[in-house]
């Protein structure tokens, strides 16, 4: 059976044309699966087919032909949402490969967050946000998606507190016996660093 394994993989190859399409090449609307409904229908006919995730979606705007003046913003926690179709200038987000600058037109792009400053930048004003990590969607249509797990005004974060967890845990990191308590430590230093460099720079 293995023998024949190349010749099966070459023919499957060569004869399949399909591509995995990219999110700019899919409808800007939801489609229903027509499939699924037909064969809902002739095996429970007496009841409506479920709805789907994508049912309850809004649907994606079309990417512009023109690049957008402004960026549109979605901005949500676990437990509520700072932004919602918020038209910005620019956001900059603390990525993991370091400060991204996101403006409108930017290419579709994915982005763990690290703990740091979020910027949001309308016209002078500029509203900053510390945030514990998530993940940035950027689309191709001058939409970014950004989802945190903890996220805070900078204005309302007490330095002092900053210092003293710091304080603690760094001793916690220096007297840590098990590896998960050094990694619940670092985790605690890297945060409480993190902070006060958003604060003191």
Do not use: C
């Not at 809902?40 to 979606?57: D, L």
């Amino acid at each position: 059976m293995f023998r024949h394994g190349s010749r099966f993989l070459t023919r499957v190859t060569t004869t399949m044309k399909w591509r995995r399409p990219f999110s700019t090449d899919l409808p800007a609307e939801s489609v229903a699966d027509s499939n699924f409904i037909e064969a809902w229908r002739k095996v429970v006919p007496n009841v409506e087919p479920p709805k789907t995730p994508s049912a309850f979606m809004a649907a994606r705007p079309a990417t512009p032909s023109s690049i957008p003046s402004k960026l549109t913003v979605n901005f949500v926690l676990p437990y509520s949402s700072e932004l919602s179709g918020k038209e910005v200038d620019m956001v900059i987000i603390p990525a993991t490969t370091g400060q991204m600058g996101v403006l409108p037109g930017h290419v579709a792009t994915i982005a763990e967050l690290k703990p740091g400053v979020l910027s949001v930048h309308e016209g002078n004003d500029v509203t900053k946000y510390f945030v514990s990590g998530g993940f940035a969607f950027v689309h191709a249509n001058s939409f970014a998606d950004i989802i945190a797990v903890e996220a805070v005004p900078l204005d309302r974060i007490d330095a002092n507190l900053v210092q003293k967890g710091l304080t603690e845990f760094t001793q916690k990191l220096g007297t840590a016996s098990t590896d998960v308590e050094k990694a619940e430590a670092q985790i605690g230093v890297d945060v409480h660093s993190a902070l006060n460099a958003a604060l003191t720079g």
